[in-house]
């Protein structure tokens, strides 16, 4: 996974890349439905004539990915599937988490299936024999830490106390550097910014423990914000692309000015993937000091050819110091190799092309390829370790 | 009409077209007012001093249609009109509607003032006397159903009955291959997602058959819509872009989010127009399986030299099966040559130099550029005939 | 502050620009905060580590302000910062002012804290010793105008009155040229369209004045613009991008659909800044015959290097006599000469590739950019004088 000439562009395709909010890989061996299933953020039909390969998406896996499999560049469908069978789950996870060059990943955890790595087998999977140590911490999701409180049963009133300490009980785990919230896909942010009184978060828990299934009331959604707020970490919050379970719109973190302006000055905010919402991103990046942004999931979707033109939105106003890298992989080792390569090329380009036309001076160019790529998230998280 | 070198665009300039969605032409000679009114989606008052020649879409007539009439690019627009006026309305509409390369024609024929042409005088209009079959199918506007439903005097409890038997009828008449709504016009889609009762119908009903005019109660665009799903076929949906009596930010398709859920696994949901909502568009078209997208309006209105840029949002995360070509051209000839050049010089550059890049195999670009210009729309509106 | 080879290029970076919308500089010499301060829309926490540098509009500063201060390009914040202090702000003024090669500014008073420039301030700081006149005209801030009513002290039930009265004393102030509403600060645009009753205007007006604070009642938000109509004279509308007071998506100019359809045929609207909301702006001014735009502000704070894919979507489908040049540089001298830079480069570089394209003829081309950097607002203002 090769990028073009420029020094601007080597320190990007050589820089240890801190992946600031990425998922577990499969151990599975895939067949083409499961396969399919993890390559798309739509649903395929078993049997059904659309191929989750005629995609932007799979066309860059068909070019990118298929060369680290041994296969010719534009490999068919059928070649890939046949090949990534034939070296079995743990060799291809090994090619390509060894080939993203990562050497720091956060992993959401709240969102494993069965035979899914957890961090540390993660972190194992990217290390090579006599390489740099490759590191992984962990990010809670606040939503799994809710309904399982939920889960093991409370009364209403006793709710937030409980969830506020399952939340410190979670964080307080060696390894945990930040909390995320799926707020985007429950309420949306199109809610009330003010933090719920007492009786309304007890008359809230009292509705939805007395319904059960997931977190979406809209009292105890903006509870989770304000309790994330109180546990002192970084708060990551999915924003824009997501699968069809979201309501599109209402994932414009626009919809969260008046929030943000009330906690102002409390934990860093970072916007996860935002696309197609970058440039409303750049500018809360722009003017609250506490937020930043990565366009994680949309760089490998719209492939590498395409993460220039995101990141150029992305970056549009966007202060150095706040965009951060993230491939937001999930499932398939792919995803953390082409998320890696659209970043390194996304990035590289702009950023070379900017020096070669004398409009960015290359120490400056520099810094902000290692900023982005590493040193914001190092920062932000206060990590320590990795390379 | 020419685009650039590479087998792509080659592929694409010959390439007979699929126009899905557009509307007749009309036979009238047009005086300079009357030609303006149709080159803009917005008001020409007659002795203002703006002219609709002064926009990126009359800069594109002067560039790409002057030829066509014999005159030098870039004719001053007087020349144009009288040269225009000289040749008389047949032969101006039989030289664009050839130049245009269309082989099949879908024709919303739902807004067609008089002197306009029916989609088989349209099919005539582009066939070449040596050349391959042209086709024109029929799309039926269910608006124009439902008003003249009302027309015809209805009781308001037999209202949606009649409706569906009026829309059943419609759409049993030979070469219907396909219904279309103007809801985002009506009343936007940030509509309630569920379908109305039988009383909520009967008093909407009531209320709108009391007072006449133009369907925009929601409840009865909401039946509307639920009616278009059982007809069976697929379902055109007016999208972003339109003239002045459009709610911009109300026709974004993504407010269909909680509609387009409930409805899957039923027809197909073709979106029109999109810009400047692609992206959004892209998105649902990646998550639903039942919905398509195109950016047709748009393309002829940013000109030729801007589809490209335009063409890339659209297909940012598009699977390759999703996107197809409509010209939406309405009135003047101009608009279906016009937007066939920006559709193929927009997709064939775009994805030559993919191509060129090896970003993309060439048989995956040129099954592409084949499906998006005339496969995908073969196949969803199961199209026979046409070349 | 040089632009590249051809003769679009070269007539923009010659050409007088008519600045339809600024504020004042200050006169003060600036400490290292307080320049940040001024050189970003966010917070700058003195003490904190963000450095308003590191940011696009930062890297531009020292990329393309640096030569005129005689500092190397890219010359490190630290440099710049000594070199502007040892020179005083009258003579950094001076030079960017100059180099702005602005012949009429439009100054609006409404925000000017104490040692900011007046109108004939700013005009003489950027006169040339032996060149043409430069003139600078005034835009009357209308919330300035009602709060000052307020704290006056009025009765409710004479508040409007009395509000029309002060603006249209205002208005016919000599210089006055058009007026200016910051509604989409104060209650954002998706508000009531209609003209708000006597009544409705005196309870509100109760409402406010006993409270006193800002002008952000819906009801008398609505009520000034209304009375803008009434003025006569072009209407300025600040939209999209601004600081952390806003909420950027109840600034999207779509949300103004209903009222502009209401006010069509009266004052000229002119929307300023408008990213990232510039394609809903650019079908604005396409549909409606009173609306122009510009992308002022956006311009110098993505740069120069990145204002051409800005004004790409901003003309998008805007008709020529739409677009209008604003810098809205507010504080620091900078900002008007970057400002100026930056909307000559990117649309020298738009029409000069599309010249050279042979997309647009030259003399379209050359009559394009003299529109949108000075005649449309000489035309839409009416002014004289300046150069």
Chains 1, 2, 3 share one sequence.
């Not at 895939?30 to 399919?36: G, N, V």
């Not at 799994?144 to 785990?173: H, M, N, Q, S, T």
Request: charged letters at 20%; glycine letters at 8%.
């Amino acid at each position: 996974m090769r990028t073009g000439p420029g020094p601007v562009r080597e320190t990007l395709a050589a820089l240890p890349l801190v992946d600031h909010h990425c998922h577990g890989v499969t151990t599975d061996d895939l067949d083409r439905t499961a396969f399919e299933s993890l390559l798309t953020e739509g649903e395929v039909r078993p049997g059904g004539d659309l191929s989750a390969f005629d995609t932007p998406v799979g066309a860059a896996v068909r070019r990118h990915c298929a060369p680290l499999l041994d296969l010719e560049r534009h490999a068919p469908a059928e070649e890939y599937l046949a090949r990534r069978s034939a070296l079995g789950a743990h060799e291809v996870n090994r090619r390509f988490l060894a080939a993203a060059g990562t050497g720091v990943f956060c992993v959401d955890t709240g969102f494993a299936p069965p035979r899914t790595t957890s961090p540390a087998d993660l972190a194992r999977l990217a290390q090579l024999p006599a390489g740099p140590t490759v590191v992984a911490h962990e990010v809670v999701r606040l939503e799994v830490v809710a309904e399982a409180v939920a889960a093991r049963g409370v009364e209403p009133e006793e709710y937030a106390d409980a969830f506020r300490a399952a939340a410190l009980d979670a964080v307080r785990r060696p390894g945990v550097v930040a909390v995320k919230s799926v707020a985007a896909y429950r309420t949306g942010f199109d809610l009330d910014p003010a933090r719920p009184t007492d009786t309304e978060v007890t008359r809230a828990a009292h509705a939805w423990l007395s319904h059960g299934g997931r977190l979406e009331h809209p009292v105890l959604v903006r509870q989770l914000l304000w309790t994330a707020v109180e546990l002192g970490l970084p708060l990551q919050l999915h924003a824009g692309f997501g699968d069809s379970d979201l309501r599109l719109h209402r994932a414009d973190p626009a919809l969260l000015t008046d929030w943000l302006r009330l906690t102002s000055g409390t934990v860093p905010v970072m916007l996860l993937h935002c696309w197609p919402y970058q440039r409303q991103a750049s500018y809360l990046s722009a003017v609250f000091e506490q937020v930043y942004l990565d366009v994680g999931l949309a760089l490998h979707h719209v492939g590498p050819a395409r993460a220039r033109a995101v990141l150029a939105e992305a970056l549009e106003i966007t202060p150095f110091r706040k965009l951060l890298y993230s491939s937001d992989a999930y499932g398939v080792a792919e995803f953390y190799g082409l998320g890696a390569l659209a970043f390194r090329r996304g990035l590289g380009d702009l950023l070379q092309d900017l020096v070669d036309a004398d409009e960015l001076g290359l120490p400056d160019a520099l810094r902000l390829a290692r900023w982005a790529g590493a040193d914001n998230a190092r920062r932000i998280y206060r990590l320590t370790g990795g390379h």
